[in-house]
């Protein structure tokens, strides 16, 4: 591959490198500064940057106001646009969209079909995110991964915990090496933490906490400040409720008379 640095017509400005005309839409702001390349059948238009020693390349396009800087990486069919930044070691391929602020930054990857977008939106640390999931309006971070058809919104994912399946959090925090997963809804201002599971077509919300090495799944529901914790598993049908706390094995039949207050 032959790279050629650029030079601005307007202003004589010697910018960074890239492997034909096409690369850079010359009629636009767009600017590549530094040692950054743009090639393959890559382009960068708009008011868009690509600078330091980030590569830009497949078809990969970068518009807007976005911004795509340091070592980052962004291939294949991916879209950086509106005001959103790549930047660090990050790496984003595939099919992927980051839009409106969002940032990717770290050693963080994004893949896939994956979408990251919203105001104040972050992906950082070791996170991923991939195939088809959405993250919007979120942070992401440690060595979280969000997977599958998962959606994170107005939400926090942290340290080691994974969602994915077709699970949705939503304001809500879920951390430690917590998982979620199959159909299960995490909301409102709940939270997963410790080892704790959540999945089937389980729902936790309304403040309620999942934590330790706890169990939520099948049709169960735990809300209302309601929580969980050490070896409990709420399963069937289950539903805990009105700030009471559960221990052992919780079912629909038995809810009512373990579950208590603390």
Same mark, same amino acid.
């Given at each position: 591959?032959?790279?050629?640095?650029?030079? +601005?017509?307007?202003?004589?400005?010697?910018?960074?490198?890239?492997e034909?005309?096409?690369?850079?839409?010359?009629?636009?702001?767009?600017?590549?500064?530094?040692?950054?390349?743009?090639?393959?059948?890559?382009?960068?238009?708009?008011?868009?940057?690509?600078?330091?020693?980030?590569?830009?390349?497949?078809?990969?396009?970068?518009?807007?106001?976005?911004?795509?800087?340091?070592?980052?990486?962004?291939?294949?069919?991916?879209?950086?646009?509106? +005001?959103?930044?790549?930047?660090?070691?990050?790496?984003?391929?595939?099919?992927?969209?980051?839009?409106? *602020?969002?940032?990717?930054?770290?050693?963080?990857?994004?893949?896939?079909?994956?979408?990251?977008?919203?105001?104040?939106?972050?992906?950082?640390?070791?996170?991923?995110?991939?195939?088809?999931?959405?993250?919007?309006?979120?942070e992401?971070?440690? +060595?979280?991964k969000?997977?599958?058809?998962?959606?994170?919104?107005?939400?926090?994912?942290?340290?080691?915990?994974?969602?994915?399946?077709?699970?949705?959090?939503?304001?809500?925090?879920?951390?430690?090496?917590?998982?979620?997963?199959?159909?299960?809804?995490?909301?409102?201002?709940?939270?997963?933490?410790?080892?704790?599971?959540?999945?089937?077509?389980?729902?936790?919300?309304?403040d309620?906490?999942?934590?330790?090495?706890?169990?939520?799944?099948?049709?169960?529901r735990?809300?209302?400040?309601?929580?969980?914790? *050490?070896q409990?598993?709420? +399963?069937?049908?289950?539903?805990?409720?009105?700030?009471?706390?559960?221990?052992? *094995?919780?079912?629909?039949?038995?809810?009512?008379?373990?579950?208590?207050?603390?």
């Amino acid at each position: 591959r032959i790279v050629t640095r650029v030079i +601005h017509v307007r202003k004589g400005e010697l910018g960074g490198f890239i492997e034909k005309e096409e690369n850079l839409d010359y009629k636009s702001n767009a600017w590549i500064f530094d040692n950054a390349m743009v090639y393959d059948d890559a382009r960068v238009t708009g008011e868009a940057i690509v600078s330091k020693r980030a590569e830009v390349s497949g078809k990969a396009q970068v518009y807007g106001f976005a911004e795509v800087s340091d070592n980052a990486v962004v291939g294949e069919d991916a879209q950086v646009y509106d +005001h959103s930044k790549v930047y660090g070691n990050a790496v984003v391929t595939g099919n992927v969209w980051v839009y409106d *602020d969002a940032q990717v930054c770290g050693n963080a990857k994004v893949g896939g079909n994956a979408k990251v977008g919203g105001e104040d939106t972050r992906v950082y640390g070791n996170a991923v995110v991939t195939d088809n999931a959405l993250v919007f309006g979120s942070e992401v971070c440690g +060595h979280a991964k969000i997977a599958g058809y998962a959606k994170v919104g107005e939400s926090k994912v942290c340290d080691d915990a994974q969602v994915y399946g077709n699970a949705i959090v939503d304001y809500s925090r879920v951390s430690g090496k917590a998982q979620v997963y199959g159909n299960a809804i995490v909301s409102s201002w709940a939270r997963v933490s410790g080892n704790a599971q959540v999945f089937g077509d389980a729902i936790v919300s309304e403040d309620a906490q999942v934590y330790d090495d706890a169990q939520v799944c099948g049709n169960a529901r735990v809300y209302g400040y309601a929580g969980a914790h *050490d070896q409990t598993k709420v +399963h069937g049908k289950a539903v805990i409720t009105d700030g009471k706390w559960t221990y052992g *094995d919780i079912t629909e039949e038995n809810c009512v008379k373990k579950a208590k207050r603390p």
